[in-house]
């Protein structure tokens, strides 16, 4: 039995610009978030006396279903918030890597608030104003559409939608620890002092995209390779591949990201990059852009 579901998409910051840090130690950030079609799944399964979880899919073994897991923390956050008395037993199917630079958990968040918020009839305002205590992605999680987030992660404008293309995402099998890769980035230099990337009012093409990322990073990049030299690889693996126009990580790692000129670009870099036996503890996806 499904009362209601919806899909948590992963996030993928096309470029992470480190800009301060505040008192509480969190780093400011300017950063492009997109969606790509892979997507964990989040199920109202039935009513219940208190909120429960029970957790499928591939990656969902190493994860706890206990107090600590962002859907449980979600769901009782806004339990809490609209007065309600009604629980309910929700069904996670988890899809996308854990820790991986994609914002699962965020997304995972983001989408058990969509939910309940639906059955409750919150305000987005509401479900933005819960999100944020619960992790600095989880406000551009609820949205879902590509947005320059700001701030920690709580600042967001909307930015011009994709333009058509593909996506590769790669990771090689690590979880990586975002406050480890926060600390690696101050330790080997830190903030860079640069002018705000300018959008325009439409990305032309995946090309126009790709030129305007040329003058942009990803500050996290190169503090995560450190830790994790896999990445490294990954990242020439995807740039060996046939009409990869940029790779680069996202968030804190470890998941890379290719783009292409379409999704069966992508696709087609997906399976031959799969052939090769050293690359079969990775996970990859490849498809269109989560569309606005
Ligand atoms: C780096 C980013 C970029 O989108 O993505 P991921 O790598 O997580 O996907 C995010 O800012 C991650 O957001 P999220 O994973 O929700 O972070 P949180 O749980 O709020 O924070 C985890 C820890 O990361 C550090 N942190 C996080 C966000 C931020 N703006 N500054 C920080 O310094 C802090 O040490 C914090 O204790
Ligand atoms: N539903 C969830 N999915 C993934 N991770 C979760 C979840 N709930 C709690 N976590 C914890 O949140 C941390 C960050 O997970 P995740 O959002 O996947 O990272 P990232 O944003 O780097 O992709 C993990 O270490 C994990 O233990």
Redesign the pocket.
């Known amino acids: 039995m499904t009362l209601l579901h919806d899909t948590a998409h992963a996030?993928i910051?096309l470029y992470?610009h480190v800009t301060g840090?505040r008192p509480d130690?969190?780093?400011?950030?300017d950063?492009l978030?997109v969606f790509a079609g892979a997507a964990d799944e989040v199920r109202l399964a039935k009513p219940s006396n208190t909120f429960s979880l029970s957790i499928e899919g591939h990656f969902g073994k190493g994860l706890e279903a206990n107090d600590s897991n962002l859907v449980l923390r979600a769901a009782r956050a806004l339990q809490t918030h609209a007065r309600q008395e009604n629980a309910y037993h929700l069904i996670l199917e988890k899809n996308l890597p854990v820790a991986?630079?994609?914002?699962g958990?965020?997304a995972d968040a983001a989408c058990t608030l969509r939910l309940l918020g639906q059955l409750w009839n919150i305000a987005e305002k509401d479900l933005l104003a819960i999100a944020e205590p619960?992790?600095?992605?989880?406000p551009?999680c609820v949205q879902q559409k590509t947005t320059r987030?700001e701030g920690?992660?709580e600042i967001l404008t909307s930015a011009p939608a994709m333009p058509d293309g593909g996506i590769l995402l790669v990771n090689p099998g690590i979880a990586?620890s975002?406050?480890d890769?926060?600390?690696s980035f101050a330790a080997m230099g830190g903030i860079i002092e640069r002018p705000a990337p300018v959008f325009p009012a439409r990305w032309a093409s995946m090309n126009a995209l790709v030129d305007m990322l040329s003058h942009t990073t990803n500050d996290?990049q190169a503090p995560a390779i450190h830790h994790a030299p896999v990445i490294g690889t990954v990242l020439d693996r995807m740039n060996a591949q046939n009409d990869c126009l940029m790779a680069r990580m996202?968030?804190?790692?470890a998941t890379c990201f290719g783009l292409f000129p379409t999704a069966e670009a992508a696709r087609k870099a997906e399976m031959e990059l799969s052939k090769n036996p050293l690359h079969s503890g990775w996970w990859t996806w490849a498809g269109p852009f989560l569309q606005n």
């Open positions: 996030k910051n992470l840090r130690g969190y780093h400011l950030l950063s978030a991986s630079g994609i914002g958990g965020s619960l992790g600095a992605d989880v551009v987030m920690i992660g990586v975002t406050p890769i926060f600390r996290l996202s968030g804190s790692g």
